[in-house]
Structure formats: C-alpha cells, structure tokens
C-alpha cells in the first residue's frame, strides 16, 4: 500500500467516525490530512522523477562505456610489471600507466615521456625512474 493510499484510507476513517470539521479537532484533524495527502502525493512526484533520472544516468553510463571502449581498447593487464600499457583502436601504443610507490597515484602519460627515463608524479611530487632497455632473455 503506497502513502496515498494510507493517508486516503486514514481520511475515510475520518469521515467513517462522523469527525466534525467545524469542531476545533475537527478542524485540526482535516488540516493534518489534508497535509498528509499533499507529502503523498509530492513524494510520488519525486520518485517518478528519480525514477527518470535514474533511467537517463544508466544510459550515459552506458554511452560512456562505449566511449571508452573505442578510445582506449582492451587494457591488457600484466602481473608481472608495474608499468600498463594502453593500445588505442588502430593498435599503436600512445600511452603508459604506472602506479606512484610513495602515494599509490595511477599517472597516466605519452609513450615520447617514457624515453625521457623519468616522470615526476603529480600527486606527490616523488621522481619515478623507468628502465626501458630490453631485457636479456639469454643466460649464458
């Protein structure tokens, strides 16, 4: 049973026991229903309206998802390294993230960036240092 209906049944109540409205708790009774009836039907109104709105946030969502998936593709995860590189929709690597050790921000930068050796985090202000020489996979 909805507010609605609870404060419409409590108004026949009302009237079922023969309350007087031109009496002073008649008069305060019909005034406080009259109230209730008003909030019912208010709260009604807003949760149609968040009902909307609760519609219209699912679908930007979901155009955002389908946003992101065409700018920045799959994100492979490897768990072996800190570093995490993010391939665009034609396959080229633009772009690298890295976890800051000293404050655990995840910075974001241009692939040009990591042949510098070095980023400064900007949360912090820590100098992350990156080796980008390959590794040598013979042992001798």
């Not at 023969?18 to 708790?25: C, I, L, Q």
């Amino acid at each position: 049973m909805t507010t609605a209906e609870k404060v419409a049944y409590l108004k026949g109540l009302a009237e079922g026991y023969g309350t007087d409205p031109s009496t002073k708790e008649g008069k305060l009774l019909t005034t406080i229903l009259d109230i209730l009836e008003d909030l019912a039907l208010d709260q009604e109104d807003l949760n149609g309206s968040l009902a909307e709105l609760e519609e219209g946030l699912d679908a930007v969502s979901d155009d955002l998802e389908d946003v992101e998936d065409i700018l920045f593709g799959d994100v492979e995860e490897d768990e072996d390294e800190d570093d995490e590189q993010i391939e665009d929709w034609d396959g080229e690597t633009v772009f690298y993230e890295c976890q800051c050790p000293n404050c655990g921000e995840t910075i974001t930068f241009e692939e040009s960036v990591l042949a510098g050796g070095s980023i400064q985090c900007p949360s912090c202000g820590e100098e992350l240092e990156f080796d980008t020489e390959e590794p040598d996979d013979k042992q001798e």
